[in-house]
């Protein structure tokens, strides 16, 4: 049937079977796989295009991104490029996601902000890596799945998913050594700048509604210092300092 080449149940069709005749157990295999691929996106997708910092490639090789797709694409959950999460927002490309974490240059004891939660994935990517994580959605439905699925996937105590506008940043629990942004800014919101810790890091993509240039800035002396790590494209930040609703 269509609809099961297209969910994650297509994936069980050709499962070996045991010595006894029967299929193995539909979720170890699906185990088994994910973790294949996870191999495999590691080594194609990130290390072998660039990414460095192996903090970053043993974090994208062991968060489960096949549970942060809806499941009718979780046979796509580790393929080269974005996904539909619902509310026109996406999951990142894996390749997107290693290059913008891997510029924060995390260490392990930063508190880091995310701005665009989208299902979780990247927050989850962040909490192996720093030691603590606010990540902040506009899009109610996302922002309460994405903490219950968190929260599931034991990142509940690292993870704070905040339901609100986070194109101002979240001031409450500012100043941060890092923050990202998911989605595509007409400019960097100042807001942001305050809350980066001197010595922080920001990484943001920045332009039109459909094409931008991703920005590393970094607090120095208290002036951003801007560098560019290439051309992108995301779905737009909305909010009062990002792009209207349309």
Not at 46 to 67: F, N, S, T
Not at 128 to 143: M, W
């Amino acid at each position: 049937m269509e609809s099961e080449s297209k969910s994650g149940r297509g994936i069980f069709s050709s499962l070996p079977r045991g010595g006894n005749g029967h299929r193995r157990d539909s979720a170890a295999v699906l185990l088994e796989w994910a973790e294949e691929q996870r191999r495999a996106m590691v080594e194609r997708q990130l290390r072998r295009r660039g990414i460095r910092d192996e903090r970053v490639l043993e974090a994208m090789g062991q968060v489960p991104r096949h549970e942060f797709v809806p499941a009718e694409l979780l046979r796509e959950a580790y393929e080269d490029h974005p996904l539909p999460i619902g509310g026109g927002q996406t999951i990142s490309q894996p390749y997107i996601v290693a290059q913008m974490v891997e510029a924060l240059a995390l260490q392990g004891g930063e508190r880091v902000l995310e701005v665009g939660t989208g299902s979780g994935y990247q927050a989850a990517v962040l909490a192996r890596l720093a030691a603590r994580v606010h990540t902040i959605e506009c899009d109610p439905s996302l922002a309460r799945t994405a903490r219950e699925r968190l929260s599931r996937l034991g990142f509940g105590d690292t993870v704070e998913v905040i339901e609100g506008d986070g194109s101002a940043g979240y001031a409450t629990a500012a100043p941060y050594d890092g923050i990202l942004v998911a989605a595509a800014a007409p400019d960097v919101p100042a807001q942001l700048i305050e809350q980066l810790a001197e010595g922080g890091r920001l990484v943001i993509p920045v332009g039109e509604r459909d094409s931008q240039e991703l920005r590393l800035i970094r607090k120095i002396g208290g002036a951003p210092v801007v560098s560019k790590l290439g051309y992108c494209r995301f779905v737009p930040l909305l909010g009062a300092q990002g792009w209207e609703k349309i």
